[in-house]
């Protein structure tokens, strides 16, 4: 069974768990289900399924914690702990289906899930430890370069902000944890060919890159001061004015990168950072199709990058015969979802449900129709997170220009004015719809 079929079986027995535990009074068999799935498959199907368990038995009001599942799931112990967080062992970013393949599913548990289970507090131990053989953290030196302070790390990598030696800037150095042969190297300096020549007051600049002495990949970045989408939503509401502002801005600098053969397929919150100048720079652009360099997943064909709670479906199938431009579309959709709705499209408990959500395109729409946010603003929303991409807009440059179509032009704060553009076929023309107020939730 090749690895799409194995997937849509992990996804149908989701489903049907799904479905027995609302058709039912009495709780369904986990480990019926996990019968059901070949022996390789079912510690992959039982962190999907575990999660759903929890979340109906709560809902029931019944007892539930880690103790109740080891004594009927010894064997998965590893995957219990990371769920109840009683360990400092991380939730796991692969979905392991086979002895040959993974998925490499990147993820941020920012502010995007509420109501979902809290893993911050177990990122604050694992960000601590280091897989054996990575880069040592507490470093004085990386390089040529003068290390100031930690900014964070994980799994796949480092990152420092750092002085240059010889001219007066700052810089963020980004040391990767896993140690790259030739080839690697190669496809990373290549990659980072391309990416140093997009020259974009939206996109964050590489500045240098190189590899230490037992093989860690160094890359230096453009230092960008400011806090990230995430963080800022997270604080409560945002005008719509600047909302509009930030999400052309990163379509702006998207539509340069696209024109030069560039998309960056990890577009979320966490990614666009709000300057001191209150200008939006996208950060991290274009490695999503070099992951491979810095974590351990090793078939281009079985390897899916990214963050699912914003990936379109195409992408989290993996076809990347199907995987353009609008990908990053849809992304920049799925932000402004998360803007009017509060809440991703496809946000779940692990990185894995979110895949599986977004491969069934598992949204729900009517947390768009309870948003107080301007109409056209939410159908600017409804077109750019469209299941078919040929549904939505052509290029990030259309779904600037309709977002601005969208910029209030207020008279007191009471109306909210539309010039005229196309809109899914339809002429918006000078419409005026009720006040909406001056925030968005």
Known sequence: MNLPDEMFQLDEACSRFESAWSENLEPPNLRTFLDSVEDRNRASLFRLLLPIDIEHRCRRSMDVDAEFYRKQFSEFDLIIDSEFGSSDREPPDTITVN?????????????DMPDTVDFAEQRKSVQQQKPVGAAPTGRKQIGRYTILSELGGGGQADVFRAAHPTLPIEVAIK?????????????????????????????????????????????????????????????????????????????????????????????????????????????????????????????????????????????????????????????????????LTGVSPFAAKSPQLALVRSRKYDLD??????????????DVCRQAIAEDPQDRFESAADFAKVLQATQTETDEGSHVGFPSWQLNGKTLHQEQSEPAGDSIP
């Open 365 to 378: 729409p009517g947390f768009l129709d309870e948003s107080t946010a301007s109409p056209s603003l939410v």
């Open 99 to 111: 002895q040959d393949s993974s998925i490499d599913v990147e993820h941020d548990f920012s502010a």
């Open 175 to 339: 040391v990767g944890n896993k140690k790259l042969d030739e080839t690697s190297r190669q496809a990373m300096v290549d990659e980072a060919q391309v990416l140093c020549e997009l020259d974009h007051p939206g996109i964050a600049k590489i500045r240098d890159l190189d590899f230490d002495e037992e093989g860690f990949p160094i890359l230096v970045l453009e230092l960008v001061r400011g806090r990230s989408m995430a963080t800022i939503l997270g604080e409560g509401k945002v005008s719509e004015d600047r909302i509009i502002k930030w999400l052309s801005a990163a379509a702006d600098a998207l539509d340069y990168a696209h024109r030069r053969g560039v998309l960056h397929l990890d577009l979320k919150p966490g990614n666009i950072v709000i300057t001191e100048n209150d200008e939006a720079k996208v950060i991290d652009f274009g490695l999503a199709r070099s992951r491979d360099v810095w974590s351990d997943v090793s078939n281009e064909e079985d390897r899916i990058s990214g963050t699912p709670e914003y990936m379109p479906p195409e992408q989290a199938w993996g076809n990347s015969e199907k995987i353009t431009s609008r990908a990053d579309v849809f992304a920049l959709g799925a932000i402004l979802y998360r803007v």
